[in-house]
């Protein structure tokens, strides 16, 4: 006889306890009429400061790009290495496109690994949020701000910065970000940056078809069906379907263009993601068009795993990140 496979992982009772009161905030956060609680959801959304001082192994500075439409990132500077050139990580969090910002407490945490362990200097973008900015807001924004590393000496900015080496990288609708801002930046003549990777944590993609993994998760924790289908709603234009090419990028209505400066990417997937085949499918579409891309699944981890330092998936991911950026640097 064969045993169904489980439809959750297999996790410590506290976190799943955590899981589920952040699935319920996420979940009545929404109104009926499609607008969202911000205050409600400041429950449980804490809000980190900037902290600037020496002995704290990372810096953080926020810096304001254009205060017309409060864009402005929350920059992390590891304060260990300071003779090494650092590779930039322009870095967007997830959410939904609609949820959390810059300095919320549930991302600092990987930020601040990922500017520490790489090392790095990560720049967390403070987009503008959906349903009150759709498509392309976001868009918009990552790329604004990556033209402004380009061309602006802010204060604050390290020496040992190489915009050289900048990697685009963000978790679930923050992946989808990424490479959204990745098509962006191929097309612009950059005076120093040079883009050489896009790192995409579990990025939220997917169409009108439900698969495999959909079907099969689409009660899970975080993501349902339900919350990811409002979610897009609540980003796209009115009036369109998920089958838009910022969701389904390599579905039926893809131009067949992704640009022929795309840079290679790195995909994490999870085994409790529903969003897994759709990720899966977005590493052979850019396999298709001609990219490299490199796809590591861990068969435990749920959507959102990399928030949590105490799963050892969340520290075998930096180690993945690690690798990938000295791979690409040594390329260049
Ligand atoms: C949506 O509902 C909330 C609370 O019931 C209300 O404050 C808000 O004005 C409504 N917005 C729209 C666009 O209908
Ligand atoms: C977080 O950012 C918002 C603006 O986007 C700001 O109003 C708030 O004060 C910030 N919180 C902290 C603790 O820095």
């Known amino acids: ?30 109104r009926s009429n ?3 609680n911000r205050r409600f959801m400041k429950l449980l959304d804490s809000e980190a400061s900037p ?5 704290n192994r990372v810096k953080t500075t926020d810096i304001m790009v254009d ?13 260990t290495t300071q003779a090494t050139k650092l590779p930039v990580i322009l870095y967007f969090h997830g959410g939904g496109f609609v949820f959390f910002s810059a300095n919320s407490s549930l991302f ?28 392309p807001s976001p868009f ?9 590393l380009d061309t602006t000496n802010f204060e604050g900015l390290p020496s040992n910065i190489d915009v050289g080496r900048c990697f685009l990288a963000g978790d679930s609708a923050g992946g989808n970000i990424a490479h959204n801002v990745a098509i962006m930046a191929g097309v612009h003549e950059f005076s ?44 796209l234009p009115a009036g369109s379907d998920r089958d838009h090419p910022v969701v389904n990028v390599f579905g039926p209505r893809w131009n067949g263009i992704l640009g022929v400066n795309f840079p290679a990417s790195i995909v994490f997937t999870g085994g409790f993601d529903p969003l897994q085949d759709w990720q899966k499918r977005y590493c052979d579409g850019l396999k298709k068009a001609g990219k490299q891309v490199y796809l590591v699944e861990y068969p435990n981890s749920f959507h959102g795993f990399y928030c949590f330092p105490q799963l050892k998936e969340s520290s075998l991911l930096i180690e993945e990140v690690k690798d990938f950026i000295e791979k690409q640097s040594a390329a260049q």
Request: proline share 8%; hydrophobic share 40%; charged share 25%.
């Open 67 to 79: 205060p017309s439409r409060n864009l402005w990132f929350r920059l992390y500077v590891p304060t």
């Open 34 to 36: 499609g607008t969202v």
């Open 192 to 235: 120093k940056m040079k883009l050489i990777g896009v790192i995409g944590i579990q990025p939220f993609f997917g169409g009108e078809e439900r698969t495999e993994s959909e079907t099969r998760l689409k009660k899970a924790l975080i993501l349902s069906s339900e919350i990811s289908d409002w979610y897009w709603k609540a980003f």
């Open 140 to 148: 918009e924004d990552g790329f604004d701000v990556l033209k402004f």
């Open 51 to 55: 902290s600037n001082k020496p002995n």
């Open 1 to 30: 006889m064969t045993q169904n496979p489980p439809s959750s992982p297999d996790l410590p009772c506290k976190l799943r306890f955590y899981l589920f009161i952040l699935s319920f905030v996420l979940h009545t956060a929404r």
């Open 108 to 135: 600092e945490d990987i930020c601040k690994r990922l500017a520490l362990k790489l090392p790095a200097v990560v720049i967390s973008v403070n987009y503008r949020l959906a349903p009150e900015h759709r498509y």
